[in-house]
Nanobody, 118 residues
Framework: QGDPVESGGGSVQAGGSLKLSCRAPRIILSVFWEDDYSWFRQAPGKQRELVASITSGGSTQYVDSVKGRFSISRDNSRKSVYLQMNDLKPEDTAVYYC?????????WGPGTQVTVSS
């Protein structure tokens, strides 16, 4: 019941942008404030990769391949986390997953497909 849900995936051409959203509608606001969130992605035939993270305090981290192009943010009032993806490349094509971590427990969303064509 604490699983997050992603939205915002789709198909774009290289150089385009998408904004992914992650919501956790079944948790109360005070729990969301304590959550750390991450975005992972998995391309066909490849291992799952951590793309970006944001802590409950707002600290962020990114994998080198997306630095300067992707931005993770959170809106605590909406219990939502976002991944703004700009200057998308074909190698960004993957299923993107949102995860939330709360007091040692990790919860995964079902994923949303992002496809970037050249």
């Amino acid at each position: 019941q604490g699983d997050p849900v992603e939205s915002g995936g789709g198909s774009v051409q290289a150089g385009g942008s998408l904004k992914l959203s992650c919501r956790a509608p079944r948790i109360i606001l005070s729990v969301f404030w304590e959550d750390d969130y991450s975005w992972f992605r998995q391309a066909p035939g490849k291992q799952r990769e951590l793309v970006a993270s944001i802590t409950s305090g707002g600290s962020t981290q990114y994998v080198d391949s997306v630095k300067g192009r992707f931005s993770i943010s959170r809106d605590n009032s909406r219990k939502s986390v976002y991944l703004q993806m700009n200057d998308l490349k074909p190698e960004d094509t993957a299923v993107y997953y949102c995860t939330r971590r709360y007091r040692g427990q990790e919860y995964w969303g079902p994923g949303t497909q992002v496809t970037v064509s050249s």
